[in-house]
């Protein structure tokens, strides 16, 4: 396994390659954990060559404080990638990335940013577009992995994509879950004993509300996960919404034939969970 922290060492590196070979990309900010390998494992078996980075991107986050206290796995990470054969690292800093300019561009994505996350998270995803599509060009990935534990990213890369006519295959992969069913997220190491235990309400309160839509409208379902959580002990939500899985548009009332998916934000004290299901 070859690690590069240097743009034009690992594009020398890529360039090397033979003409028909396949890159497969998982981009991460590191805390790797089983769901990211997940991924990787995927792109091992998909691609000739596997390029994995990692970056904590400071233009995605909105509060600096969740920017400080990401998680830093990095040692850790590295023997993670070497144990499942990853063949490339990538692990700038963020003067290589960004020079002494460390902003992000403009995009617009049709809307699919002004839902959810968009609405809670000022500028998140012109942070994650404008990382992704510089990590692109220099990877130059054939296929490019991400989780669906991110569903809204997930839609928004594949929107960058078609909008931007940029080579490369978007393959999402389902979310990867802990035994109680908290959704895997480099987050979770952050939480308390009790927060952690509390956590796995979160996917719970997920398969009920999909057992209850279908028998009774979206409005419905959100008033009683709201219910659900107003006394929560440790658990706060910040939103719940029934969204239409192409547009994001939360939907009031089901039409048939499409699809639709719950999506959820909880805080555990300082520690801002995501999860989601399709209904
Ligand atoms: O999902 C993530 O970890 C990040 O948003 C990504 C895609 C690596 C961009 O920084």
Not at 89 to 113: C, H, Q, R
Request: hydrophobic fraction near 40%.
């Amino acid at each position: 396994m070859n690690v590069y922290s240097e743009i034009t060492s690992l594009k020398k590196r890529i360039k090397s390659f033979n003409k028909g070979i396949t890159i497969g990309f998982v981009p991460t900010m590191g805390a790797l954990h089983q769901g990211h390998l997940s991924l990787i494992k995927k792109a091992i078996k998909e691609n000739d060559v596997v390029v994995v980075s990692i970056f904590v991107n400071p233009t995605q986050f909105d509060k600096k404080e969740d920017l400080e206290n990401y998680p830093n796995t990095l040692d850790n990470d590295l023997l993670l990638l070497k144990a499942i054969n990853c063949d490339i690292v990538f692990t700038p800093n963020a003067k290589e990335i960004y020079g002494k300019n460390e902003v992000s561009e403009d995009f617009n994505f049709d809307g699919l940013e002004f839902q959810m996350e968009g609405k809670f998270r000022k500028g998140h995803f012109n942070g994650v577009a404008t990382i992704v599509k510089r990590l692109f060009e220099i990877v130059t990935p054939t296929n490019a992995y991400f989780g669906e534990k991110d569903f809204q990213q997930l839609q928004i890369i594949k929107k960058l994509v078609v909008k931007q006519n940029l080579n490369v295959t978007i393959i999402g992969c389902e979310i990867f879950r802990e035994s109680d069913g908290l959704a895997m997220s480099s987050r979770n190491v952050r939480l308390s004993k009790t927060q952690r235990s509390a956590a796995p309400f979160i996917y719970k309160t997920l398969l009920k509300a999909k057992k209850i839509f279908g028998t009774k409208n979206a409005d419905k379902v959100m008033n009683w996960v709201e219910n659900e959580f107003k006394n929560h002990p440790i658990l706060k939500l910040e939103y719940f919404e029934i969204a239409d899985e192409k547009t994001l548009k939360p939907t009031k009332k089901v039409i048939s034939g499409e699809k639709y998916r719950a999506f959820i934000a909880v805080f555990a004290g300082e520690i801002r969970l995501i999860d989601n299901i399709s209904l």
